[in-house]
């Protein structure tokens, strides 16, 4: 039985708790028991064969506003703060929901790596299972508010990532310093088209905005060292190891 309908807004619930006394950024902690992963909206691109490509955010599954948990971004357009990112790689077997093997800035972060270094891995090579990803982390504003998401780009996109942090490099601007600028690109090729993301600057960030971001690499850098099966939720992503 699916009671959601009847829950109180959020808003609600926070002034319940705070006249029992409670404080509602502490109960909302005290509600995921697991300190080692967190669950930060994930923007994702959903890729089709017409072109009509998309790309939104994910904020997950809710008891409230189910029928609000992805948010199309307009015009296929995102603009955020990168506070941090990372280049991951994870290689799965077929029905596990940890990496049999995996990588974060090419230092493995298994016990038992297939190679000591990524470089010289061959499950590591183009067309592999072994499969390359740039990691995100940014804040963007929906609802008028500032948040950190997180979006794992794929491995088409991640050279255009490169290109615009090699500009960014000879213009002596870090990434966090600058309102970067988001849009998908259709790509056709071999028969099969994809998206890939392309990248610019719009701005530089904000005062409020680089407060934020500085809170929010603090908060999350112990989160950033784990790499989940949400990195890797994309078609292709992942291939069957026999």
């Not at 691109?45 to 997950?60: A, F, S, T, V």
């Not at 008028?144 to 050279?159: A, Y």
């Not at 290109?163 to 960014?168: I, M, T, V």
């Not at 929010?216 to 790499?227: D, P, S, V």
Request: with cysteine; aromatic share 8%.
């Amino acid at each position: 039985m699916n009671n959601s309908k009847q829950l109180q807004p959020v808003e609600q619930v926070r002034q319940n708790l705070a006249k029992a006394g409670f404080n509602f950024d502490d109960e909302v902690v005290l509600t995921v028991p697991e300190k080692t992963a967190i669950d930060l909206p994930r923007v994702k691109i959903e890729h089709r064969n017409n072109g009509r490509h998309r790309m939104y955010l994910d904020l997950g599954e809710s008891y409230i506003n189910q029928e609000e948990q992805e948010i199309n971004f307009q015009n296929n357009e995102l603009v955020g703060v990168i506070f941090a990112t990372e280049s991951i790689r994870a290689l799965w077997k077929e029905g596990e929901t940890l990496p049999a093997c995996s990588a974060i800035n090419g230092e493995p972060t298994v016990s038992d790596p297939i190679s000591e270094q990524c470089k010289n891995c061959p499950k590591g090579k183009i067309g592999g299972e072994c499969k390359p990803k740039q990691r995100l982390w940014m804040l963007i504003e929906t609802d008028g508010k500032i948040k950190p998401v997180v979006f794992p780009l794929s491995p088409t996109s991640i050279k255009h990532w490169r290109s615009h942090a090699n500009k960014l490099s000879r213009s002596q601007l870090p990434y966090v310093s600058v309102q970067t600028f988001m849009k998908l690109k259709d790509v056709k090729k071999n028969g099969y088209r994809w998206a890939e993301v392309e990248f610019d600057v719009m701005d530089l960030a904000t005062d409020e905005q680089l407060e934020i971001a500085k809170q929010a690499r603090t908060e999350l850098e112990k989160f950033r060292q784990n790499i989940t099966e949400k990195d890797f939720s994309d078609p292709g992503d992942k291939l069957d190891n026999d």
